[in-house]
């Protein structure tokens, strides 16, 4: 079974640029999250979509990201212009729909704002 | 709201010596508790998960970790260091699942550096 997948792995843009992250879960999970980790910091939460619809996004820093999941399959995180601060880690992990179930991240995306 | 403090940004420990990697957690309800391991250019994989059953938890690779509700804490051990265990180390906290899956509250991460 193949696990969660991320595209690209690096990213560098420069300041005001447009990158759009893509995130492929295991197949069947119906919970897909997205979490960042800003250089040093902690791992941060910052939406996740139960299918298509956005369950909960209070982790999302500022109307720049724009998170989607057409069809309640991969999804993506657009970031709208990029600011420095936007650079870091982002994670994307996906479980299934039961309750104490764990969830699976895939390798991430390093983004780097020039 | 949770919160997790992870007490040692960086261990070092000698191949065979205890590892003891230290967690502690902060939750007004009770809490589901992960430690998760990044190796690198990795994801993050699951070491083990406790979910209110028995307090002391096994995981993979031989790391087990013991909930401790009187000091708040889920420290993550193993008997013998093996230089494959260098990796960082992140310990993360849920809310009791209530009928939807939820997200994790992260520690800031511990490396871990096996010597010879």
């Known amino acids: 079974e193949a696990g969660v997948t991320q595209f690209p792995s690096h990213s560098v843009i420069e300041k005001g640029q447009t990158v759009t992250l893509r995130c492929d879960p295991i197949?069947?999970?119906?919970?897909l999250y997205w979490y960042r980790r800003v250089m040093g910091k902690e791992i941060k939460f910052l939406l996740h979509?139960?299918?298509?619809?956005?369950?909960?996004e209070s982790g999302m820093p500022n109307n720049r990201f724009l998170a989607e999941r057409t069809g309640g399959t991969y999804s993506t995180l657009k970031v709208q212009p990029a600011e420095l601060e936007d650079s870091g880690v982002y994670f994307c992990?996906?479980?299934?729909?039961?309750?104490?179930?764990?969830?699976?991240f895939g390798p991430g995306t390093r983004l780097t704002v020039l | 709201a949770q919160s997790v403090t992870q007490l040692g940004s960086h261990v070092s420990v000698s191949e065979g010596a205890l590892v003891l990697l230290r967690c502690n957690y902060s939750?007004?309800?009770?809490?589901?508790l992960f430690w998760y391991v990044q190796y690198p250019n990795q994801g993050l994989q699951l070491l083990l998960k406790?979910?209110?059953?028995?307090?002391l938890v096994k995981g993979i690779n031989g790391f087990e970790a013991e909930f401790k509700k009187s000091e708040t804490s889920f420290h993550l051990t193993k008997p013998s260091a093996h230089m494959s265990d260098a990796a960082e180390y992140f310990c993360?906290?849920?809310?009791?699942?209530?009928?939807?899956?939820?997200?994790?509250?992260f520690g800031t991460g511990t490396r871990l550096q096996v010597t010879l």
């Open positions: 992990a996906s479980s299934a729909d039961r309750g104490t179930d764990t969830q699976y």
């Open positions: 197949s069947g999970h119906d919970n």
């Open positions: 979509f139960v299918k298509e619809s956005k369950q909960d």
């Open positions: 939750s007004s309800v009770p809490p589901y």
């Open positions: 406790y979910t209110s059953a028995a307090t």
């Open positions: 993360a906290v849920r809310k009791e699942w209530t009928g939807t899956a939820s997200k994790l509250t």
